[in-house]
């Protein structure tokens, strides 16, 4: 960044007299003797004279121009002193990264050729300065902690996309990723860096040898005997992946972390420096001396008091002083060395910015008597060098770096014109510069990697981590079993971490104090607001963040919006709470949410982001109706017509002359762009955002609408009259709907702004917060292998190894030693994730952030309340917002826990029953058209009925929200997303279903449940699937009415979920017949990953339709079982087809799922008998043993007619009656073709564990094996149900006459003909009829339309 200097082409204000004729007295300047001791005073002469004040020689303003010039250039080196070039050092002054020939690779390069981003592979850049003698020294910001090596190389070396600095024979790096040294080999070296860490790169061409420091701390000598010579010299060079990104130090600025002895490779401006020091000291004396008029005679003051008066002896001097000053401000090294310092100095004292007026003066100052330009970059350079001090200030205990410099940013912002130029002009866009992360930095407390550089170690010198796990793995929160001294190690480490949140909380307080001054509506002396300003640079920053995803120069890395975020909730309750105290009529920050106006009259610009209707210019043209019925807002037919998607690739001519002559009399606001005739939607969207409309005043009566054009306005160019309205001008809220109430909400702008942080937590904030939660995850892994590893060295015997072998002693002596190692690191670890986590739980996850994601779903679900009382409007809502009322709520109930606790936030029920009742309704809303919206919909009301509290709030929302809510769930499975619809279903269930009340599979206990890289809501279902049962018996009560009372969606219903099952079950089969097949070749090979996966999901959906089965035979049993209703008997047919299929394919000896089962292959943990055998089990115990007598008849007699069922398999449940698979009738395997054959009968290498084949040593699967999951009553049912169908297949059998071919059906050859069609008069068994005509009406035989189907009666012989 280039610096300005004093600017000849620009006059400078002269403050000095016009002549010496003009009187002191006229002017105001004191009599010559007082203000030539004045001036002798503040410029002393450093040269040896006389001390005596009546021997000095009298000094007066025009003399003062000569006398200060001598002054300044006392002790300056000479011109050939500064020309001459540092001996050892070849390259041109300032020294900056070569952007022309000295690169390798794509890269982004700063504007001061400072600051470089990769953008390729592996980037490489080195300087344009080269050092081959001497002791030099640069420094590297590092602005992000991925893969980069840094150091030193020759002109020679060659790179390329796949080796850099340090992979060549004449290149020397750091990396600090990978903790490695490189030249050429790499052996491990230093310390990790992080994000926010600064590198100093020292070399020793004397000695031949390469040191590297971190943050000051030396890492020690990487390199000795480097090749030196002539011919070598060394550039700084570095080598970067993609969007990984650094700022350079060569010494344009104060190096942070000078080393005795190392020289920075650009010359500091050494002349500059002492002239600037000098000034600032004249500066200082004038402060700090006062005139005395009356007795003629100077005073010493206290500078920190001191303001200008407009006395024109002090205003005179101090121009003097500004006129070589003001130059010198413009450049960088000498703000940051000189200016900052002073100003920083100020306020060492302590006490509230606001005790310190000399700051506000001296800006005051500033903007007197120095150029506008001269000021402005004064004021950049100052803020800008405030920013790198804060973001790369390493961390202390008591953070006094970052307090320091916060303190100095709020002094600086309370001074009104200088904060709306850095509003303007410095802090925003809030878009990352490379070095430099604008005001978002300001927001951000980092978290430290190293515990202790950080001083936690001091901080909290004991450490705690839960000791006490249940069955599952889980932490106990009150354990009751917790010793003395765990207790006090407990409330030891609570106080530190509380001594920690305090610290931290004096800079959140600091951050909030700037985003407050900011947020300042009243500074209107100077020209707009600070917040309109604010405002309309914060809706860019969100633009930039939302539209280009992926660019690495214009996102802001997630951690910093979320501090960013919760400081600036923190502002704007505040600043709402403000206005609510003023007028007690509109609403407080705890009621607030965004008007649905903003969405639909083109005030806000939602850039690209998905509408829940579609496309913002589809609903403008779908919806044009219904904005000028409810909200009086009239779209203008030439603005549809111009934007029109149909109109995209029309010609620009013809699009031209159909418009009306009045659209182009506005100032061009409605023509037509350029780019518009692309057909890229995202632009037409935007443009259509913020499109000129016409609209009534609605408090008006109704009579002959007055359109008032809106001026289309890009969000620089809108002011204060744009948002707040003036004059019967709604601004942001302009057509308001007749359901929306007239109370006053808050201040526009502020409902802007909430509406953007709403945004902003969508774009990365929960992200982050998801991301954070590992460390939490580290703890509780390290702590139960700790624990897991004491256990062990408790059972492991003594070293004494008597009554035992020798080489038994050496054994278990090898193992002690072992496990006492993995101790002694597991609690380090610990010790170092305790410390670390109490940082991130002070910063991320502390009840204060706690209550501002909960401010935040709270605003959302009433936003999304009064956007759906709209009617069909609702449309034009973001789809963002629904978003974060689903992701906000899952980071409350999975993020913030244990450490707080959901159930006490303020009117937590009351928000889950809101919630409950926007998912009730909305994911089978038709006005969202959104696929991934609604899936997460879904999603959210799946893991919703998950758990206990949330399923009592559906459960308490209003009876016909919860039956329409059961209506969509029962609706068919074709045509949609269903997997997730009969999960709700299933978890409806779960507790109430045959052995349906475990939390785990009994061959699940001991796996992990969750897995953390799933998306947020993927992963509340991961974890919700192992939540405990808590069945909704009011909702069930709800689904059984419907089931009963409508027929025809019982049958619909019913139809598609025998289809799915027979679909899920029939691809399971084949890919264990896949598996099956790999596992048998000789050769090493290996399953897809992905294909275990998806057989693993088939085989859950095979369950879960099982049990949706089971609980509709047990609520509505007449649906199978009344054969007066229509469908009935068909039902009950293919049920009992299916669950014969399911039954045969799994309880076979030595059969397939056996095989594959015993094979433990990773991604298919989930498959085993017990699942799906109690579900099958749960639906035959409910029709063949707990029904009535007529239905357990009917029941009985389709199961057994069905020629796939086989008393083996039921008898297989309880462990009885094993049989080789050999025994199988043919017709099992060939019953259903696309589930294909039980596969081969050679069996893959098993694992030693099912190695023995015999039939005599195999385990078999029995219910009684699982009596903590059946109950005694259970198994005697089942008991039951084989005494019956044991006795009924006996007298089916003896009561069955043999049938001739002739009696048989034709079509499936397993059942006799019981049907004759009409009028063709041809025959099939009634199951295939029944099925066939569920489809197709014609004849399976001669295509005739078939009107009817009677019995039919073999007639006698």
Known sequence: MSSKGGGTALTRRNYRLSSDSDKARATGIVNEKLLSDYLHHVFPSTKHGPAVASLRKPLGFQDLGSHLENLLSEGEPSEEIKDQPAEGRLGPQPVVLDHTSGFEGLLFVDDDLLGVIGHSNFSSIRATTCVYKGKWAYEVLISSQGLMQIGWCTLNCRFNQEEGVGDTPDSYAYDGNRVRKWNVTTTNYGKSWAAGDIVSCLIDLDEGTITFCLNGQSLGTAFTNIKMGPGIAYFPSISLSFKESVAFNFGSRPLRYPVDGYLPLQNPPTSDLLKAHKLLGYIKNVLCTAIDTQEDRLLETDCAMWSLHGEPTVLVTLAHIFNYFAPLMCKVYLVEDVLMNFLLGILEGGGSVDEHPLIQQLLDLFWLLMEDYEVNECLKQLMMSLLRAYRFSPIIPDLGFQIHYLRLTTAVLHHEKSRKYLLNNVLYPLIITFDVLRSVVFFYIKTPLRVKEAGLEELIPTTWWPTHFDKEGKDERECKDESADERLRRRAYERGCQRLKKRIEVVEELQVQILRLLLNNKDKTTGEASRYIFLNKFRKFLQENASNRGHPTALCPPEYMVCFLHRLITAVRSCWDDGNRKNQSSIRSEEAYVPPQLFYNGKVDYFDLQRLGGLLSHLKKTFKDDLASKANIIIDPAEIQATSMDDLDEDEESGAAQRPFGAAAMGGALARPSWLSSPTLGRANRFLSTAAVSLMTPRRPLTQPEKVKVRTLTVEQRTEEDIEGSHGNDGLLLGRPVEEPEQPVADKSLLEIVDGIVMMYNLSVHQQLGKMVVVSDDVHEYAVALKDTEEKIARCPARSGKCRPAGCVLQRSDILDELQKSQKVFSEKLNHLSRRLAWINATIYSKEKMLDVYWLLCVCIRTIEHA??????????????????????????????????????????????????????????????????????????????????????????????????????????????????????????????????????????????????????????????????????????????????????????????????????????????????????????????????????????????????????????????????????????????????????????????????????????????????????????????????????????????????????????????????????????????????????????????????????????????????????????????????????????????????????PICYAHSISAVFKPCSHKSCKACINQHLMNNKDCFFCKATITGVDDYNKPAC
């Open 868 to 1305: 759906d009382n709209t009617g069909s409007l609702f449309a034009f809502t973001p789809e963002f917002y629904l978003n974060v009322a689903m992701n906000a709520y899952s980071a409350l109930k999975n993020y913030f826990s244990p450490a707080n606790n959901m159930e006490e936030l303020p009117g937590y029920e009351e928000t889950l029953t809101q919630l409950a009742a926007i998912l009730a309704k909305h994911f089978a809303d038709p006005r969202i058209v959104g696929t991934d919206i609604k899936d997460s919909l879904m999603q959210a009301l799946a893991s919703y009925v998950c758990y206990p509290q949330s399923l009592r709030a559906v459960e308490r929302i209003p009876e016909e929200q919860r039956v329409a809510m059961m209506r969509n769930l029962l609706a068919p499975y074709e045509q949609r997303p269903w997997a997730q619809t009969n999960w709700i279903l299933v978890r409806l269930w779960r507790g109430c279903g045959f052995g349906y009340r475990y939390t785990r599979l009994p061959h699940l206990l001991k796996t992990k449940p969750e897995d953390a890289n799933l998306p947020s809501l993927q992963r509340d279902l991961s974890v919700a699937s192992f939540q405990k049962p808590c069945p909704s018996l009011l909702l069930q009560r709800h689904m059984a009415e419907l089931l009963s009372v409508d027929k025809d969606m019982a049958a619909s219903f019913l139809n598609s979920v025998l289809n799915q099952l027979n679909w899920a079950f029939s691809e399971f089969i084949g890919m264990i017949q896949e598996i099956q097949q790999a596992a048998e070749r000789p050769e090493r090979n290996f399953v897809d990953t992905r294909q275990l996966k998806v057989c693993a999901t088939c085989f859950d959906l095979s369950v879960s339709l099982l049990r949706v089965l089971e609980m509709t035979v047990t609520l509505v049993p007449e649906i199978f079982l009344d054969w007066s209703r229509p469908s009935a008997e068909l039902l009950l047919r293919r049920l009992a087809q299916l669950l014969n299929q399911v039954l045969n394919r799994v309880t076979a000896e030595k059969n397939l799922f056996d095989r594959v089962v015993n094979l433990r292959l990773p991604g298919l943990e989930s498959v085993d008998h017990y699942p799906i055998l109690v579900a099958v089990t749960g639906i035959l115990v409910r029709i063949l043993v707990d029904g009535d007598r007529q239905g357990i008849s009917r029941a009985a007699s389709v199961l057994l007619s069905d020629p796939c069922f086989q008393l083996h398999s039921i008898q297989h449940l309880l462990g009885e009656g094993a049989e080789p698979s050999s025994t199988l009738p043919a017709a099992a395997s060939s019953a259903r073709p696309i589930v294909g054959s039980l596969g081969s009968s050679v069996a893959p290498p098993i694992p030693s564990a099912a190695g023995n084949t015999g039939s005599t040593e195999r385990k078999h699967f029995s219910l009684h094996s699982y009596t903590d999951y059946i109950s005694e009553e259970e198994k005697h049912k089942v008991e039951l149900m084989l005494v019956f169908l044991t006795e009924e297949s006996k007298q089916a059998a003896a009561s069955t006459a043999p049938t001739s071919e002739e009696d048989l059906c």
